[in-house]
C-alpha cells in the first residue's frame, strides 16, 4: 500500500559519510503515506541477518538506534515530503550492507514492518 524509494547509496571508504533516503508515497493521499506508525531502516551484509538500524515514528519523531550505530548515524524525517532520511557519518567496513527502509510499527523487529523498500547497497571500504 505505501510505496517506499531508497537512494542515496554508494560506495565510501572508511571514515566517511553517507546519506540515505526514503521517500513513502500512498495509495490515494499524503494520509496513507503516514499509515504506518513510525518507519525503520535496517540492514543486511552478506551472510547475515537482517539487522535493525534505526526508526522513527512519524506523529513525535521518537527515534531508536541500534548500539552499533549509536553516536554515528542520525534517522530523521520530513513529514510534509513523506521522506525518512539516514544520515550515516564515521563510516566503517562493517557498515557494508544492503540497507532497506520500511514502514510498519515503531520496532526492532523485521516482523513489524509491512512495507519495504527495494534496498540500497552501501559499501565501504577500508
Known amino acids: 500500500q505505501v510505496q517506499l524509494v531508497e537512494s542515496g547509496g554508494g560506495l565510501v571508504q572508511a571514515g566517511g559519510s553517507l546519506r540515505l533516503s526514503c521517500a513513502a508515497s500512498?495509495?490515494?493521499?499524503?494520509?496513507?503515506?503516514?499509515?504506518?506508525?513510525?518507519m525503520g531502516w535496517f540492514r543486511q551484509a552478506p551472510g547475515k541477518e537482517r539487522e535493525f538500524v534505526a526508526a522513527?515514528?512519524?506523529?513525535?519523531?521518537?527515534?531508536l538506534y541500534a548500539d552499533s550505530v549509536k553516536g554515528r548515524f542520525t534517522i530523521s524525517r520530513d513529514n510534509a515530503k513523506n521522506t525518512v532520511f539516514l544520515q550515516m557519518n564515521s563510516l566503517k567496513p562493517e557498515d557494508t550492507a544492503v540497507y532497506y527502509c520500511?514502514?510498519?510499527?515503531?520496532?526492532?523487529?523485521?516482523?513489524?514492518?509491512?512495507?519495504w523498500g527495494q534496498g540500497t547497497q552501501v559499501t565501504v571500504s577500508s
Open positions: 520500511a514502514a510498519g510499527f515503531y520496532s526492532t523487529y523485521t516482523s513489524g514492518y509491512k512495507n
Open positions: 500512498g495509495r490515494t493521499s499524503s494520509a496513507d503515506a503516514h499509515s504506518a506508525e513510525a
Open positions: 522513527i515514528t512519524w506523529r513525535g519523531g521518537i527515534v
